[in-house]
């Protein structure tokens, strides 16, 4: 008798548990209740009278988003006036809708923030007072709105502040390494969020909450595939499909890119070639540029990776990277498309130090490439590792669209089990000087174009994206997204200024969490970085899973062992880039490469990047090398048990689901960082030959064991 009732006790008790727990899927854009009880009757009367100057699907998305807010801020919908004088408070449109009730100079003033600005303030008419918030084009006017939400949420709004913004970059890109199967190379949050099997039939919700975080962002483009590229998407079944996520994604400004495989004249017309001169080649890429802009007339242009890794490209047929990039943009010209051509390039046939490849290839061909071409470099030249120097393409050429490419997913940064957050170090690369064109040019400065003219810019970053219910797998690594889309739009945002932001929309107001949360975030990069590769150590991670430490990883291609980049021996450690070695300091400006060349005035943080040093090299502090390599590693474990401790003294005042949630991953990311100082110390030492340092945390274990562990299905791969 009882069982029944007991029963149905016991699962309404877990339908409201869990309906109070956060599972992180609304991301940043969970619109808590408004506490404050004056911005609560200001945003009420607000939105209690909103008035639309014309329509059109942006518009439709405002609603929807205007709706989702309102209900779960203030428990009601708006009210949506028909007339806009009678019951009206916030007005919404164009510059050009509103040309009528703002000012001439206002109008100036809104014209000059281009397509993608906004401006919201007070407008007065016949002694009445109306909120508006107005762009050039709706898109503006979308960015507008969710940066209007956002103040609200974190309880900066103030009516009689006027406030403007614009992007300084043009494509604010995410580049998914998403494959047809779904797999994602290097996703560490499920797989890929495109369903490819249930398009173009079946719209998949998650398409549209996508889409609206990119925009509250102002994340503009989506490249949907893989790098690594598969021809099959451009066959016209998938563009059927993909067509269906850019009407999705069109009314929030969201342009679709594809990855081209070089090779697909082959695969999918039987061409017996690829060559970029063929005519048959070119009329191919033309006639499939055409018929992708029939389906997607908005179609944003290809990304290519070529030459790369094994990827197909125009070296086969004795046709150099301009001449490859520039077919395909005239395929894509007439469309006005884009044609984004990737400078991750390195030749295991080729001896030279594989950070001076990409630069070799490119700087001869600077000014040959077409206008509608963009170079996508990596942040640093070797490969998205926890910390890199600017990559030396940046400044170097000058004739060239350049865009910038970060990881946002973790590949090298402890993926999905580790909190890292990654604004600080993509802050410092944008922040770098240098030095050309310009003695204040910066990496940023050139991204923006202002040191070349550039008129068409990008940042692009690959995604972190995936189907777990949280989208990325870990909930901090939300902040990587959310960060890589604020600094796209403002290269000059700083990390710290960010990370409060997103603090306080994910985790809200209260000072003591925003701290302390910050505190962890700020932190974090600097510890990665300690406990994986210190001083400029770089590319030590497992063989192709790059999960976990795996210094003595050899064999097979040299630049893809751990060796080749660390050079440990009896001697000394780190990769000589000096005249002495290598010679890579020369592809940077002569102020770096003369500083940078010296060890005692290079920044620490680079030294093994560019010396091969003596295990007693005495660093500033008057440490020797070894003893320094192993304070790094011991400092990096206890800054995690530190952000450890912090989060502990937060429980009372977070989610349930999250606090548990992080504080699950974070005792993985202590007992990793661990294994990280007693795996690499432990290496290190057989060639060193020296005692830790007494006052570290003795490293512990086995070497052979730390060699012997094996990780046949982590994912990514
Ligand atoms: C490396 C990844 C590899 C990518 C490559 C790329 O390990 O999976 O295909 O970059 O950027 O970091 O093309």
Request: proline content about 6%; overall charge negative; aromatic content about 12%.
């Amino acid at each position: 008798m009882y069982k029944p009732i007991f029963l149905a006790a016991v699962l309404w008790f877990c339908i409201s548990l869990n309906s109070l727990a956060d599972d992180g899927y609304k991301l940043w854009l969970d619109y808590q209740p408004i506490q404050e009880a004056e911005l609560k009757s200001e945003i009420e009367l607000l939105l209690g009278g909103v008035y639309f100057f014309g329509e059109n699907p942006t518009f439709e998305a405002i609603k929807n988003e205007l709706g989702l807010a309102s209900k779960s801020m203030l428990e009601k919908a708006p009210t949506y006036t028909e007339d806009r004088l009678q019951n009206t408070r916030l007005w919404i449109g164009t510059r050009a809708q509103l040309s009528q009730v703002l000012s001439l100079t206002k109008q100036t003033e809104i014209k000059a923030l281009g397509t993608d600005g906004y401006w919201r303030g007070t407008v007065e008419l016949d002694g009445k007072a109306f909120y508006a918030i107005v762009g050039n084009q709706p898109v503006g006017v979308l960015y507008g709105v969710f940066n209007w939400l956002n103040s609200i949420q974190s309880n900066t709004f103030d009516k009689s502040t006027e406030l403007s913004d614009a992007p300084k970059i043009n494509l604010r890109m995410l580049n998914h390494w998403d494959n047809l199967d779904r797999t994602v190379e290097r996703g560490y949050a499920g797989f890929s969020i495109w369903d490819w099997h249930r398009l173009p039939g079946y719209i998949d919700p998650r398409y549209i909450d996508y889409a609206r975080a990119n925009a509250s962002l102002g994340i503009n483009a989506v490249s949907l595939t893989n790098v690594n590229a598969n021809a099959l998407i451009l066959t016209k079944d998938f563009m059927k499909k993909a067509k269906v996520l850019a009407d999705v994604f069109r009314p929030y400004g969201i342009k679709v890119f594809l990855t081209a495989r070089f090779s697909a004249p082959i695969q999918l017309e039987g061409l017996k070639t690829a060559d970029p001169l063929d005519p048959e080649v070119i009329s191919f890429w033309k006639k499939k540029a055409d018929e992708i802009y029939s389906f997607i007339p908005d179609f944003g242009g290809f990304l290519v990776k070529a030459n790369s890794e094994g990827q197909p490209g125009p070296h086969e047929y004795g046709r150099n990277h301009a001449e490859g990039a520039n077919m395909l943009a005239d395929a894509l010209a007439p469309h006005g498309g884009v044609l984004i051509w990737r400078a991750f390039v390195y030749s295991h046939e080729d001896d030279v130090d594989r950070h001076m490849q990409a630069n070799n290839e490119f700087v001869p061909l600077d000014g040959k490439f077409k206008d509608n071409v963009i170079i996508q470099i990596k942040n640093g030249a070797i490969d998205f590792q926890p910390r890199e120097p600017f990559h030396p393409l940046y400044g170097a050429i000058n004739q060239t669209n350049v865009g910038m490419e970060f990881q946002i997913t973790q590949e090298y940064l402890g993926q999905a089990t580790n909190l890292v957050y990654l604004a600080p170090m993509w802050e410092e690369v944008l922040k770098s000087n240098t030095y050309k064109p310009s003695p204040t040019s910066t990496v940023g400065s050139i991204l923006e174009g202002d040191e070349t003219g550039q008129k068409k810019t990008l940042i692009a970053g690959v995604s972190n994206i995936g189907t777990d219910r949280n989208w990325t797998g870990h909930l901090f690594a939300q902040s990587n997204w959310f960060a890589f889309g604020k600094l796209a739009w403002d290269p000059e945002a700083p990390s710290e200024e960010i990370a409060e932001e997103w603090i306080k929309l994910t985790f809200g107001q209260d000072p003591e969490v925003v701290s302390a949360i910050g505190e962890i975030l700020m932190g974090s990069h600097e510890a990665a970085v300690d406990y994986m590769t210190p001083l400029g150590l770089h590319h030590i991670m497992g063989r192709s899973h790059h999960y976990g430490p795996g210094p003595w990883v050899t064999g097979g291609r040299a630049d893809w062992t751990a060796p080749y980049y660390h050079q440990a021996d009896s001697l000394g450690i780190g990769f000589d880039r000096t005249d002495a070695g290598s010679g890579a300091l020369d592809q940077y400006a002569p102020e770096i490469a003369k500083q940078w060349s010296d060890p005692n005035q290079i920044p620490e943080k680079y030294l093994l990047w560019f010396h091969h040093l003596p295990w007693d090299f005495k660093l500033k502090n008057g440490d020797t090398l070894w003893e320094e390599i192993a304070y790094h590693y011991d400092r990096g474990v206890k800054e995690v048990r530190e952000m450890q401790e912090t989060w502990a003294s937060l429980e009372p005042k977070i989610d349930p689901e999250e606090f548990d949630h992080v504080r699950q991953l974070l005792n993985i990311q202590q007992e990793e960082a661990e294994w990280w100082r007693n795996a690499c110390l432990l290496y290190f030492q057989t060639f060193s030959k020296r005692p830790f340092p007494t006052d570290i945390e003795q490293p512990e274990g086995d070497l052979e064991y730390y060699k012997s562990l094996m990780f046949p299905n982590a994912p990514g791969i």
